[in-house]
């Protein structure tokens, strides 16, 4: 455990000095400084208003921003060391496989989830100073999801680097994978199985199994709780989920992607050649 813990921090003490980490947090909090200085908490967009206002609109630009953010960082862990020859001084060590790989995934997890929640916890404060009301059950739910889905794909691109034998390969991979998910997000390609005839329940099931999709059907659940913008598609996602079940599952089933994926790319890494 002692191991675990100093490689998680190695790792974060690592990522901070990275120019990386310097613009990934500085587009988080750049975005929430730009919406109270544009003036987004004094807008009213379908009831929404203040500090709810604010957190809509940042959770779509957070969905588009940090999981490739995330996936194209995360790739170079293990690639980048092989290549760098890391694993050969690594095996000189008293450190267990285990011990490095988790360490590695956890001291990542809080270097691309804090600056996303600090950002979001600045514009809680920010309004509780200027006496705007905080929607602390959204800003939990919120916080939960984006945690649920840094998790979902930090796992997914720990999988790719350990299957990767070159850091090129592994950001090719990473952006192809990131390509599908986007083309299966709001039924873009499941057009074509409709046109095909397909049940409209396996056309659903089939864009639920994507895990971008089912993090924006639950932030917007909370924006949209009767998903009028999914037409039809709303109905059968409350008949087999119904509102606060879905929620359960938009925070359950990317973690449990997230680890899977991290078990799977344990698994490659501890019996694949570290060299």
């Not at 002692?2 to 980490?21: K, N």
């Not at 993090?215 to 109905?235: E, I």
Request: net charge positive; aromatic share 16%; with cysteine.
């Amino acid at each position: 455990m002692s191991h675990l813990v100093l490689t998680a921090r190695l790792d974060v003490q690592e990522s901070v000095r990275a120019r990386w980490f310097l613009v990934y947090a500085l587009i988080f909090g750049g975005i929430v400084a730009a919406f109270f200085a544009f003036g987004v908490t004094e807008s009213r967009v379908l009831g929404f208003m203040g500090l709810s206002r604010l957190l809509v609109t940042y959770i779509q630009l957070v969905m588009a921003i940090m999981p490739i953010f995330i996936l194209l960082t995360t790739v170079r862990s293990v690639a980048g060391d092989r290549e760098a020859g890391v694993f050969e001084y690594l095996l000189s060590l008293p450190v267990g496989l285990g011990s490095w790989y988790w360490g590695r995934i956890f001291g990542r997890f809080l270097v691309v989830f804090l600056p996303v929640f600090l950002a979001m916890l600045g514009a809680a404060g920010w309004a509780v100073y200027r006496e705007i009301e905080v929607p602390w059950k959204m800003f939990g739910v919120y916080t939960g999801l984006m945690a649920a889905m840094s998790w979902c794909f930090l796992g997914l691109g720990m999988w790719i680097s350990t299957l990767a034998r070159s850091t090129d390969v592994a950001q090719g991979a990473a952006f192809m994978m990131w390509l599908v998910f986007l083309l299966f997000l709001d039924l873009i390609l499941l057009g074509v199985l409709i046109q095909g005839r397909v049940p409209a329940n396996a056309v659903i099931a089939i864009a639920l199994v994507n895990p971008l999709q089912v993090f924006r059907t639950g932030a917007l659940m909370l924006f949209d709780p009767q998903l009028v913008v999914f037409g039809p598609a709303a109905y059968v996602i409350h008949d087999y989920f119904g509102g606060p079940n879905f929620i359960v599952y938009a925070m359950a089933y990317p973690t449990l992607v997230g680890t899977l994926a991290a078990g799977l790319g344990y698994l490659t890494f501890r019996r694949g050649d570290l060299v």
